[in-house]
């Protein structure tokens, strides 16, 4: 059965404090990985997308990495307007129709 | 461009009443999903569409219709509520997935169903 699992399922941390939010993954045929930032009362917002082992995406103080069983978002140095919850998604090759599959997040509180 | 829009934002249901969510995307999108959203369940895909005049079922489709008649739209549907469909629904879309592509969600619909 595919499935996504994310840790840990909070996070706080300092202003300037970095970490790393992990997201493992099983899945028939990896198609792509998904990272989602989701503020209270909004809808999720697109970050990343991860196509194969390796591979290494950056913005702003967030970088995102995959290998064949999870995939880490590094966070450096984050500040308070980087306080979300995280989602990590992932799409079976085998899958018709591009369903996504979630893991339940990772809530990130960064305090000044 | 406005993107993904839902329309109502927050609405409260008695157990059998009936109700349509609309979901609207100006990004000439193929692909269009309905997730609903509950506390330690993640996001679960309801139904989805592939284009104009299709429908599938998703993860969890028992209790919605939906359907597509206009490719910007895709309305899901309760004909009866119940309090279990109590959740956050989420509308994406997505341009195609006949390769790795990005959904985009909406802002969402808050249903409570009393």
């Known amino acids: 059965e595919d499935q996504v699992t994310q840790s840990p399922e909070a996070l706080r941390l300092q202003e300037g404090e970095s970490s790393s939010l992990n997201c493992s993954y099983t899945?028939?045929?990896?198609?792509?990985l998904f990272w989602y930032r989701q503020d209270p009362g909004k809808g999720p917002e697109f970050l990343f997308t991860?196509?194969?082992a390796g591979e290494e995406k950056e913005k702003e103080r967030l970088k995102a990495t995959l290998t064949k069983k999870e995939s880490f978002l590094h966070i450096t140095a984050p500040k308070p307007e980087d306080s979300a919850t995280y989602l990590c998604?992932?799409?079976?090759?085998?899958?018709?129709?591009?369903?996504?599959?979630f893991g339940q997040g990772t809530e990130l509180s960064v305090k000044p | 461009n406005a993107g993904v829009t839902q329309t109502p934002k927050f609405r409260v249901l008695k157990t059998g009443q009936s109700m349509t969510l609309l979901c609207a995307q100006d990004?000439?999108?193929?692909?269009m999903y309905w997730y609903r959203q509950d506390p330690g369940m993640g996001l679960r895909l309801i139904h989805y569409?592939?284009?104009?005049?299709?429908?599938a079922k998703g993860e969890v489709p028992d209790g919605y219709n939906v359907s597509r008649l206009k490719k910007q739209n895709f309305l899901l549907g309760l004909e009866s509520a119940a309090p279990s469909q109590t959740s956050v629904y989420f509308c994406?879309?997505?341009?195609?997935?006949?390769?790795?592509?990005?959904?985009?969600f909406g802002p969402g619909t808050r249903l409570t169903v009393l």
């Open positions: 569409s592939v284009g104009e005049g299709t429908t």
């Open positions: 994406a879309s997505s341009y195609s997935a006949s390769r790795p592509d990005t959904q985009y």
């Open positions: 991860l196509y194969s």
């Open positions: 990004m000439n999108h193929e692909y």
């Open positions: 899945v028939s045929g990896l198609r792509g």
């Open positions: 998604a992932v799409q079976a090759s085998y899958n018709q129709g591009g369903k996504l599959i």
